[in-house]
């Protein structure tokens, strides 16, 4: 079946350090990939659609600039939190569709949890 | 606009019984697809199922079936004969068509019993 690799699966870092998230799809291309954030004990949120060879679309109340998100080919997206502080500690979760398949769902990665102190 | 409500924030089955998991859901649009997600505290997503808005009969993937009633806009998880790897949190999500973003139901927390 369809694999998202994610890495790395957790990360601790200083408070305003960046981190890079990174999402590939491993046996099949995916021009639009997702990012989401989940809180504990609470639902994924959608923070943006990564589009290959385009800028990302960012859901609201996201910010753009604090997040940034490439999508430099068909297999891989990053996602960067810059400048991160302890309110961006959280499970980082990105997932791809098969656009070769129809009605395929979506398959995640393992997920990122990063803690920021 | 779509929405999903699971009510449900929490269930307990006994190993070997079935279990229902509710989800609810509201669009406007015709045509979109319903999916149920195993998150185990692992953390991955896992695939469960999928019924499309045009689908006449039920889904089924070995013990998970999906009772889709489409005039009450409901589509319910049914996991049979429940293990006690069945304890996970379980979201209910839903896509419009073109978009593929999906909408996530706030979980349920299932529990199974020994």
């Known amino acids: 079946g369809a694999v998202v690799s994610q890495h790395p699966s957790w990360v601790i870092c200083k408070s305003g350090t960046s981190v890079k998230i990174e999402c590939r799809s491993l046996?099949?291309?995916?021009?639009?990939m997702f990012w989401y954030r989940q809180f504990p004990k609470q639902s994924l949120m959608l923070m943006a659609t990564?589009?290959?060879?385009?800028?990302?679309?960012?859901e609201q109340g996201v910010e753009k600039d604090k997040f940034l998100i490439n999508h430099a080919s068909l297999t891989l997206s990053t996602l960067t939190v810059t400048s991160a502080h302890p309110e961006d500690s959280s499970f980082y979760i990105c997932?791809?569709?098969?656009?070769?398949?129809?009605?395929?769902?979506?398959?995640f990665g393992n997920g990122t949890r990063l803690t920021v102190t | 606009a779509q929405k999903i409500t699971q009510t449900q924030p929490g269930m307990f089955v006994q190993e070997k019984e079935a279990v229902t998991l509710d989800c609810t859901y509201d669009?406007?649009?015709?045509?979109?697809?319903l999916f149920w997600y195993k998150q185990p505290s692992s953390g991955e997503m896992i695939f469960l199922i999928y019924?499309?808005?045009?689908?006449?009969q039920n889904a089924t993937e070995g013990r998970y079936s999906l009772n889709f009633q489409k005039a009450r806009k409901s589509a319910n998880l049914v996991i049979s004969a429940s293990q006690l790897g069945d304890s996970a949190m379980y979201f209910c999500?839903?896509?419009?068509?073109?978009?593929?973003?999906?909408?996530f139901g706030t979980g349920t927390r299932l529990k199974v019993l020994a």
């Open positions: 669009t406007s649009d015709p045509s979109y697809g």
């Open positions: 019924q499309g808005s045009y689908d006449q």
């Open positions: 990564s589009n290959e060879g385009s800028k990302a679309t960012y």
């Open positions: 997932s791809a569709r098969d656009a070769g398949a129809a009605n395929s769902p979506l398959h």
């Open positions: 046996d099949f291309q995916a021009t639009t």
């Open positions: 999500a839903m896509t419009a068509p073109g978009t593929y973003k999906y909408i």
